[in-house]
């Protein structure tokens, strides 16, 4: 069981929830991960907000009506889970694990969510939870004052590594979704890309996110050989370099191993082609 918490208020961004992000609803990127999922049976949106629930009816998954005690400021996560669980089981019967999806990670695949469920079950895991890599020289308040959280100062790559937690999704045998929120014994984590890692808070992160979901996947196909110099090449890199941030891959035809070496020194995936390929 995928569950989809969509409350009606915000406070970083209002009613975040149906604002449109790149032409569709923020809300629509969870729903279409979770029915895309492969391993998803059955869907639950849960919210306290007529209009959420009417857009999600388009989508055919189930609707809970939170109850008003449950769509409070104050509220946790953690009873909103066992309230819609608790419901659709009621509806649906048992479920062998839970999965909660926030729609605030809009950029998170269905093949990603698949890859952690397969992970949990493979492991044994009661819980499997996203992360992100977050390795940074680290501080942290100790005693109202600032102290570094790090025995030696020295390269990011040379740092252990730190993951900070990612609402993309967390995943949990049914047994350990209570009111009070729980991990299960055996926990375990995945770490995801920082593009799928991405939570909107704020009205930055929603022009992050907005961004991301625009780019471009862009295939350069370049030629480079004693014959025809390198020129072409060059000018190929210079436009791909203009274009950083979109996902470029270069297809070099009857290029030779100089042409491929600066191409790949340049930090692009090249795939090699003949004329006519």
């Known amino acids: 069981l995928a569950i989809v918490p969509a409350r009606g208020g915000s406070k970083g961004v209002r009613r975040k ?26 869907v639950v949106l849960t919210s306290e907000d007529e209009d ?14 939170r109850p008003p005690a449950l769509a409070e400021d104050h509220v946790t996560l953690a009873p909103v889970l066992k309230d819609a669980l608790d419901w ?3 509806e649906k019967g048992p479920y062998s694990l839970v999965v909660r999806l ?13 890859r952690a469920i397969d992970a ?14 977050d390795t940074h020289l680290m ?28 609402g993309a999704f967390y995943i949990t045998r049914p047994e350990f979704v209570t009111e009070t929120g729980g991990f299960g014994p055996s926990v375990s984590v995945l770490e995801i890309s920082a593009e ?13 996110a907005e961004a991301l979901l625009r780019k471009l996947k862009i295939a350069v196909v370049t030629f480079s050989n004693p014959s025809v110099g390198t020129g072409h090449l060059y000018r190929m890199l210079t436009l791909a370099d203009s274009l950083l941030g979109h996902d470029i891959t270069f297809v070099a035809v009857d290029t030779d191993a100089r042409g491929l070496g600066l191409i790949e020194d340049h930090g692009y995936p090249v795939v090699q082609a003949r004329a006519g390929e």
């Open 139 to 166: 501080w942290r308040e100790q005693d109202g004052r600032p102290v570094p959280d790090y025995a030696e100062r020295v390269n990011r790559q040379w740092l252990p590594r730190r993951y900070r937690e990612s």
């Open 52 to 65: 959420i629930l009417a857009y999600g009816q388009q989508f055919g998954v189930l609707l809970r009506q």
């Open 102 to 114: 926030q729609p605030t990670c809009p950029l998170l695949r269905s093949e990603t969510l698949d």
């Open 17 to 42: 929830n149906l604002r449109l992000l790149n032409g569709r609803p923020l809300l629509h990127y969870a729903l279409k991960t979770a029915l895309s999922s492969r391993r998803i049976h059955d």
């Open 196 to 208: 799928e890692g991405l939570d909107i808070d704020t009205r930055a992160d929603w022009l992050v």
């Open 88 to 90: 659709a089981a009621a």
């Open 120 to 133: 949990l079950l493979s492991q044994g895991a009661d819980t499997l939870l996203s992360v992100v890599d």
